[in-house]
């Protein structure tokens, strides 16, 4: 099947900085990638929908200018969380979207804002 | 988006067949029907897609009845690596869809 991968895996920082999660699709093209966040015991809650080459359409709720993302090729997708704060603590999870409309999921990251 | 709903836990034991039922009645004529697993603290795996009538794979079947308005996954001889938590989603072209509330599977030796 096809291959989703997130860097990185996990990331710890402090409260006030910002951090970059990168979600790369390794054997296929994406237009489309997705982000959801996940916390604890919870099911997956769709953030955005990145498409490349153009703006991402953000979830209500979700604020676009503190959770960045930008699509700069059909094999990347990057979500930056600006001003993190703990919070924001939560595992990120990244899809692509292939040919036939089906998504696969990246292995998620954890961040844990102290 | 259509609405998934799902068993919130079910319990199996090891070599029994399991079948998880989802229920998606505003689907949508392009929506395609899509069942995950997800292990603790990692992203959701594909297990399989289907659009109606019966998909079959080296892993599972997914049951589609013609109303497609709910959807079986069904797992053959079931393992304890197979305890995990389920999702199906219902998504269109633009694929974008919203994850239910997942089944967690419980399969006991």
């Known amino acids: 099947g096809a291959v989703v991968s997130q860097h990185p895996s996990r990331v710890i920082c402090k409260s006030g900085t910002s951090v970059k999660i990168e979600c790369r699709s390794l054997d296929f093209q994406a237009t489309t990638m997705f982000w959801y966040r996940q916390f604890p015991k919870q099911s997956l809650m769709l953030m955005a929908t990145?498409?490349?080459?153009?703006?991402?359409?953000?979830e209500q709720g979700v604020e676009k200018d503190k959770f960045l993302i930008n699509h700069a090729s059909l094999t990347l997708s990057t979500l930056t969380v600006t001003s993190a704060h703990p919070e924001d603590s939560s595992f990120y999870i990244c899809?692509?979207?292939?040919?036939?409309?089906?998504?696969?999921f990246g292995p998620g990251t954890r961040l844990t804002v102290l | 988006l259509a609405k998934t709903t799902q068993p919130i836990s079910m319990d199996s034991y090891e070599g029994q067949e399991v079948n998880i039922t989802c229920s998606h009645n505003?689907?949508?004529?392009?929506?395609?029907i899509t069942w995950y697993q997800q292990f603790p603290s990692q992203g959701p795996r594909f297990i399989i897609q289907?659009?109606?009538t019966k998909v079959t794979n080296e892993v599972a079947s997914l049951f589609i009845p013609a109303d497609r308005k709910s959807s079986t996954l069904s797992l053959p001889r079931v393992s304890l690596s197979d305890t995990a938590v389920y999702y199906c989603?219902?998504?269109?072209?633009?694929?974008?869809?919203?994850f239910g509330d997942g089944t967690t599977l419980t399969v006991k030796p």
């Open positions: 990145s498409n490349e080459g153009s703006k991402a359409t953000y």
């Open positions: 289907g659009y109606k």
């Open positions: 899809s692509a979207r292939d040919q036939f409309d089906t998504q696969y």
């Open positions: 989603l219902v998504g269109d072209n633009a694929g974008k869809s919203t």
């Open positions: 505003n689907i949508a004529t392009n929506d395609y």
